[in-house]
């Protein structure tokens, strides 16, 4: 029997043509899978140089990367009736200037105020959520209003928080949540009450103010501001750099607060 190999050319055409369709096709697929994974490395924060420090920059900084407002704030409560009885309470984590002066006051982004953080957080976080309850109540009741105003006027201001800092991978509110989980850590593990207790200043007496602050100094490295109402002490604040996005480093305060004197550092309970 004679095989008939009259067709095999046209085979071998019809092969290599197909072999041309898949290489275009897999090289427009790599081209597009490359240009997006660009675009998304582009915007998400993964480009940073997780070392950069706020305020310390040698140069034009994305603000993304290291917080416009590279000065932080973050401002401690103490409020008899308020809170667990051997805890300060959070008034809110405020970003300022280098120089310390304070961001817009009405906030940095319109887009995002809210006035329905409480239904926000916890509809997406119900731990965030049940921690702000516990160590960010309002002395004027309203939980809702404080944390919505907190938000709107500082939480927009952290410029590393935009949403098109995540790329691709942002979820809605998740810089929300983020600013407060932040603002809870940072009061953990910052705490007041334990470093003034382990350096003998438990509430209940009068000190003077300097015996205050220095056992705060003591207990973090850094001087504290002390505010007082009357002569009885209500807010302590502490100053942060941003190492990178979010790490946060400890720094002397700029002002020391209007606390003098003896200084009534009272039981909550």
Not at 40 to 46: F, K, R, S, V
Not at 105 to 130: E, F, H, L, P
Not at 155 to 178: F, H, M, W
Not at 182 to 197: E, F, P, V
Request: net charge positive; aromatic share 12%.
């Amino acid at each position: 029997m004679n095989a008939d190999f009259s067709s095999l050319p046209r085979i071998h055409s019809s092969l290599s043509s197909l072999m041309r369709l898949f290489t275009t096709i897999f090289t427009l697929f790599v081209s597009l899978v490359s240009s997006q994974l660009i675009s998304d490395q582009l915007q998400a924060p993964n480009y940073c140089n997780a070392s950069t420090l706020s305020c310390h920059w040698s140069g034009p900084v994305n603000s993304c990367c290291s917080p416009k407002y590279g000065l932080v704030v973050l401002a401690l409560q103490w409020s008899p009736g308020y809170g667990p009885a051997d805890e300060f309470t959070i008034h809110g984590l405020w970003p300022d200037t280098c120089a310390g002066r304070m961001a817009p006051t009405r906030g940095c982004d319109r887009s995002r105020n809210s006035n329905q953080i409480a239904s926000i957080i916890r509809s997406k976080n119900t731990t965030v959520y049940n921690r702000m309850n516990m160590y960010w109540p309002s002395n004027k009741g309203d939980n809702n209003w404080f944390w919505s105003h907190e938000w709107t006027k500082h939480g927009t201001c952290v410029s590393t928080l935009r949403p098109t800092c995540y790329g691709a991978n942002y979820e809605k509110y998740q810089d929300v949540i983020e600013y407060f989980q932040k603002i809870l850590d940072l009061r953990d593990k910052y705490d007041l009450y334990g470093a003034l207790n382990l350096n003998g200043v438990p509430p209940g007496r009068y000190y003077n103010v300097e015996t205050i602050r220095a056992a705060i100094k003591k207990a973090f490295g850094a001087n504290v501001k002390l505010d007082c109402i009357g002569n009885t002490l209500s807010e302590a604040s502490l100053n942060f750099y941003v190492r990178g996005r979010d790490q946060y480093v400890i720094t002397d305060v700029i002002q020391s607060g209007n606390c003098r004197g003896a200084v009534n550092y009272p039981k909550k309970y």
